[in-house]
C-alpha cells in the first residue's frame, strides 16, 4: 500500500519509523511493537547503540519518534533518558508504562543447573538481584540491551549461558525458558517515554494517547541550597492541589551541594492551573526546565505464552523434567544414565539366572559363611524355596575389629562348593584390591559392600573384571553418588552392574538403617542398570522383613538379597536379621501373589 492512497486503513499507511535502544527482541523493541500494533499503527524499527543514538536518530530526521526508558519500579530513574529528554528539547509523545516479565533463557537442552553465566542489560541485572543470588556460582555478564544478550547466548554453542530476556527474544533466537518471573518484584513496570523532535511530525499524532487519558508532565529542577527551598517550591504545586507522581534528586556535578530534581507531577501545562503554578514555582528554582506533558498509558504485560494448566501442560512439564534428568545424568554418569540403554540392561549371573530380565530374582543365604554344614543347608534350604542364587561373606567388613572377621579364603571354597552343590550362582564380598583377582576366578558376583562404595580403587578393579558386580548403596550415599560409583566400574569396560538399595543412616534408630524404597522408582528413571533390594540390612529386625520384601517388588525392583539362617540367634554376624528357612518360605509364597512387573 502507498502513502498515497488515502482510503488505505491506518494500518496500512506508511510505517511510523522509531528509534530504540538495542536490537529486536530487546523490551524497548517488544514495548514498541505492542504499542504500535495496538494503536493500528505501522513500524519500522531502527534499533541503535545507546541511549544518545536514540535522541540524535530522532533529531537527525533519521527516525520520527524515539523510545527511552526513564525508570523502572525497582532500579529506579534512568537519569541518562531525562537528561537527553531535557538537553535535546525532545518532545514527550506519550509514555508507556510496561510490566516487564524478565525470564532466564537458555539454549534448549540447559537446565538450571548448568547455568554458570547470566547476560543482560545491567538494569535488568539489578532488578533481578535475588534471584540471581540462587544461582551459585553463576557469574553475570552485562550485556548492551536484552536483546543482544538473547542473541549471544544463542550464538554461542554453551549450555552454560543463559540471557534474562522477555519471552518474545526467546521464540526470535530459539531459546527456551528456564525460569519466569525472576524480578524481585513482581510488579516490574517500566516507564518509557515515546519522544519526538522539534515539532512533532503529524503522523506522530496517532501515537498520542487517547483523549480523556491521564496526563503527566515532567520537569527537572534546582534550587537554592538553603534551608526549605525545596518545600517552599514543592510547597507552590501542593497549594494549587497538584500531586506529584515522582521525585528525585542528585547533585549537579561540579556545583558544590546544588541538587538537580527529576519531578513527575498528575496534569498537563495546558491545564490553566498548572500552567499558573509552574509559573510560580519558576521563582522558588535556580532552573526549571519542563520536558513537557504526556499522555500515560498501561501497556498489559505480554500475555504470558505458557498455556493455561492443563492435561497437555501437565505432560509437558512431565516431559521437561524427564528431559533435566536425563541431561544430568547423561553428563554425570554417561555410561550409567538410562538414556546410553533405554531398553534396560540384564546382567546374567550364571546357572541361567538373568537380574534385569523377565524375572524377579531372589537371592538368599548368610550374612557369613560359618561352616560348611551351615552353608551347605542354607544353600539347599533356599534354593528349595525358589532363591536362584546364593549369597554369603566370607571377608566380612564388621564395625567392631573383635567381631567374626569372616572365614575368608576357606569361607570362599565352601560357598564355592555349595553352589555347584545346589546348581545356583554364587554372590560374595570383596573388601579389597588384592582379592579381587581370587574373589573372580571362585564367585560368580562381586558384591561390593556398602561401606566401599566409595573405594574408588576397588570399582576401578572389579570394573577390569569380567564378574557382575552387585554395588550396594553406601550408608549416607545420595543416589547420584551410588550411580557415579556404578560409572567407575562400567567406564572400566564391565557393563555387568546391579545396584543394591540397603538402607541408609537417618535419625530414626528404631530400624538399623531407613530402606529408601523411594530409591527404586528413581534409580529405575536415571539408570538402565538392574536395581535390588535387601531388606534384611535395611530394617535389621527379622519380623519387618516380610513386609518390606512385598513392598520392594511391589515399587518395581528387579530381585531381593536375604538373610537366611539355619540358626537366627547363633548367627556370627547380623543375627537380629537373620530369617528362618520357614520365614524364607512365608516370604516366599508372599511375593507368588505380588503382581510383576510392578
Ligand atoms: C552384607 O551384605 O553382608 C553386608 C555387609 O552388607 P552392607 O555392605 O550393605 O552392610
Ligand atoms: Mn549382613
Known amino acids: 500500500m502507498t502513502p498515497t492512497d488515502e482510503s488505505a486503513p491506518l494500518a496500512d499507511q506508511a510505517a511510523v519509523v ?54 523502572n519500579a525497582i532500579s529506579g530513574t534512568i537519569r ?101 518471573t525472576i524480578a524481585d518484584h513482581p510488579e516490574n513496570t517500566t516507564r518509557f517515554i515515546l519522544f519526538c523532535g522539534h515539532p512533532c511530525l503529524d503522523a506522530v499524532r496517532r501515537l498520542e494517547a487517547d483523549p480523556g487519558s491521564a496526563r503527566k508532565t515532567s520537569l527537572l529542577l534546582s534550587t537554592r541550597h538553603e534551608r526549605g527551598a525545596l518545600t517552599q517550591a514543592l510547597g507552590v504545586l501542593a497549594e ?3 500531586n506529584l507522581a515522582k521525585l528525585e534528586s542528585r547533585p549537579k556535578l561540579g556545583k558544590g551541594w546544588e541538587v538537580l530534581f527529576y519531578l513527575d507531577l498528575e496534569g498537563d501545562t495546558a491545564e490553566p492551573h498548572i500552567a499558573e503554578a509552574l509559573q ?66 540384564r546382567v546374567p549371573i550364571g546357572y541361567g539366572t538373568v537380574v534385569g530380565g523377565d524375572e524377579f530374582v531372589v537371592i538368599a543365604g548368610p550374612c557369613s559363611i560359618e561352616s560348611r554344614e551351615q552353608i551347605l543347608a542354607t544353600s539347599r534350604a533356599v534354593v528349595d524355596r525358589g532363591a536362584r542364587a546364593l549369597r554369603g561373606g566370607a571377608f566380612k567388613p564388621r564395625t567392631n575389629p573383635y567381631s ?17 552343590a545346589v546348581g545356583a550362582p554364587v554372590i560374595s564380598e570383596v573388601m579389597s584390591v588384592d582379592q579381587v583377582e581370587g574373589l573372580a576366578r571362585a564367585v560368580d558376583v562381586l558384591q561390593i559392600g556398602a561401606r566401599n562404595m566409595q573405594n574408588f580403587d576397588l570399582l576401578r578393579a572389579v570394573g577390569k573384571t569380567s564378574r557382575p558386580v552387585l554395588l550396594k548403596r553406601g550408608l549416607s550415599a545420595s543416589l547420584d553418588e551410588l550411580l557415579a560409583a556404578a560409572e567407575y566400574v562400567l567406564a572400566e569396560g564391565n557393563p555387568h552392574v546391579i545396584l543394591c538399595e540397603r538402607g541408609i543412616r537417618t535419625f530414626e534408630t528404631a ?43 511391589s515399587v518395581g525392583a528387579d530381585g531381593l538379597m536375604l538373610e537366611v539362617h539355619p540358626d537366627p540367634p547363633r548367627s556370627k ?14 516370604i516366599m509364597q508372599d511375593l507368588q501373589k505380588i503382581p510383576w512387573p510392578a
Open 573 to 586: 554376624s547380623d543375627a537380629d536379621q537373620a530369617l528362618t528357612f520357614d520365614d524364607f518360605a512365608t
Open 280 to 345: 510560580r514555582l519558576d521563582e522558588h528554582t535556580t532552573s526549571l526546565q519542563i520536558i513537557g506533558s504526556y499522555g500515560v498509558v498501561r501497556t498489559p504485560a505480554a500475555a504470558p505464552k505458557a498455556p493455561a494448566p492443563s492435561c497437555a501442560s501437565a505432560r509437558a512439564v512431565a516431559e521437561a523434567d524427564a528431559q533435566a534428568t536425563e541431561n544430568a545424568a547423561a553428563r554425570n554418569y554417561p555410561k550409567a544414565a538410562r538414556s546410553s540403554r533405554p531398553q534396560g540392561t
Open 18 to 71: 522509531a528509534a530504540y535502544q538495542g536490537i529486536e527482541g530487546s523490551y524497548s523493541s517488544v514495548a514498541l511493537e505492542a504499542y504500535f500494533t495496538a494503536r493500528g499503527v505501522a513500524l519500522r524499527g531502527l534499533g541503535v547503540r545507546t541511549f544518545r543514538d536514540v535522541a540524535t536518530a530522532v533529531l537527525g530526521g533519521r527516525a520520527e519518534v524515539g523510545l527511552l526508558p526513564i525508570d
Open 240 to 242: 494549587a492541589g497538584i
Open 404 to 420: 567374626f572377621q569372616g572365614l575368608g579364603w576357606e569361607g570362599v571354597a565352601l560357598l564355592t562348593e555349595a553352589g555347584r
Open 80 to 180: 541518562d533518558s531525562y537528561d537527553l529528554l531535557a538537553q535535546y528539547e525532545l518532545l514527550p509523545v506519550v509514555e508507556l508504562q510496561w510490566r516487564m516479565e524478565h525470564q532466564l533463557l537458555g539454549r534448549p537442552g540447559a537446565t538450571l543447573s548448568d547455568i554458570r553465566e547470566v547476560h543482560a542489560h545491567p538494569l535488568v541485572l539489578a532488578e533481578c538481584g535475588r534471584f540471581l543470588a540462587t544461582l551459585s556460582g553463576a557469574r553475570v555478564v552485562p550485556a548492551e540491551d536484552t536483546g543482544e544478550a538473547a542473541r549471544s547466548v544463542a550464538e554461542s554453542a554453551d549450555a552454560s549461558r543463559a540471557a534474562i530476556a522477555p519471552l518474545e527474544a526467546a521464540d526470535l533466537h530459539g531459546l527456551v525458558s528456564l525460569a519466569h
Open 511 to 553: 530400624t538399623r538403617n531407613t530402606l529408601d524404597l523411594s530409591a527404586v522408582p528413581v534409580l529405575k528413571e536415571r539408570t538402565h542398570l538392574p536395581v535390588v533390594v535387601d531388606p534384611s540390612h535395611g530394617v535389621g529386625v527379622r519380623r519387618w522383613i516380610r513386609p518390606l520384601c512385598r513392598a520392594a517388588k
